[in-house]
């Protein structure tokens, strides 16, 4: 700053002195005087993006750092469980997911196009279109159909019975999901009984309370509660979005069973 000061000081001398003659020589030093403070100044101010680009990526990593270095002082032991429970956790909740949206289907279409066809076709044609369809309302629709022949009463039951079958495969391995939101926490807490047993048990041999002999026993104890809560609250977000998915497409069931009841009513008329 002082040197662009100086700069402006140089620059308002020969502003002013203008109009007098210099001689070659001054001139000459003077422009190369300029010449080095600009480009130190450049320099500097170069520096001083690098060093905060520098700070920037420090704290990043710092980051990673940071979390990789607590998840050790955790212990490999509990804070290693908890991890297990994250993956799987995870794994089943991402595979639930990926059912569950390759599960839904447009049923008002497919009503549609059954109704369509059992005018057209019969009920074979309507089979037919519940085949090529994916999803569980169509295979609600198709053995509701395969009994349609026999009488109402047995396509009903064929409706409501494998309606219950579908249900089961939509809620397929969602329990294992709420076994780990509930045992990631526990085992923090188990985890922060056994570091505090630890501590007292420092403080015991070593005959005298001492903040250091306890900081390491009481600092394992958090960490395993803090990782094991934040496992469970990750795993309960993707719980409650599966659960209210598969509400979803059970109401949808039940609406296209009543419609598909409907339309064989009208059809034995």
């Known amino acids: 700053m002082k040197k662009l000061v100086c700069l402006i000081g140089m620059f308002s001398m020969l502003f002013i002195h203008s109009n ?7 001139v000459d030093s003077l422009v190369q005087e300029v010449d080095s403070i600009v480009q130190s100044e450049v320099l500097e101010s170069s520096d001083d993006i690098v060093e905060e680009q520098l700070v920037v990526e420090e704290e990043e990593l710092n980051f990673h750092q940071e979390l990789k270095k607590r998840f050790i002082e955790g212990g490999p032991g509990f804070m290693g469980i908890v991890l297990l429970c994250l993956i799987l956790g995870l794994a ?4 639930r997911i990926i059912y569950l949206n390759l599960s839904t289907s447009d049923s008002k279409k497919l009503t549609a196009n059954v109704e369509a066809a059992m005018k057209n076709g019969g009920v074979k044609a309507a089979k037919e279109v519940c085949r090529n369809t994916p999803g569980p309302v ?5 053995q509701g159909l395969d009994r349609a022949d026999e009488s109402l009463e047995s396509a009903e039951k064929a409706i409501i019975s494998y309606g219950g079958v579908q249900m089961g495969q939509l809620e397929k391995n969602v329990s294992w999901i709420s076994l780990f939101i509930a ?22 041999a070593a005959g005298d309370m001492q903040p250091s002999l306890v900081a390491g026993g009481i600092k394992v104890a958090l960490l395993t509660t803090v990782f094991g809560l934040i496992v469970a609250i990750i795993l309960q977000i993707f719980y409650n979005y599966i659960i209210a998915k598969i509400d979803n497409i059970v109401n949808d069931m039940e609406d296209a069973s009543i419609s598909l009841m409907d339309i064989l009513v009208s059809n034995k008329k």
């Open 92 to 95: 089943i909740a991402i595979e």
């Open 183 to 204: 045992l990631a926490p526990m085992l923090g807490f188990m985890g922060t009984v056994i570091g505090m047993i630890q501590a007292f048990d420092k403080i015991e």
């Open 138 to 142: 169509a295979s609600i629709f198709y």
């Open 20 to 26: 007098y003659s210099f001689p070659q020589e001054e």
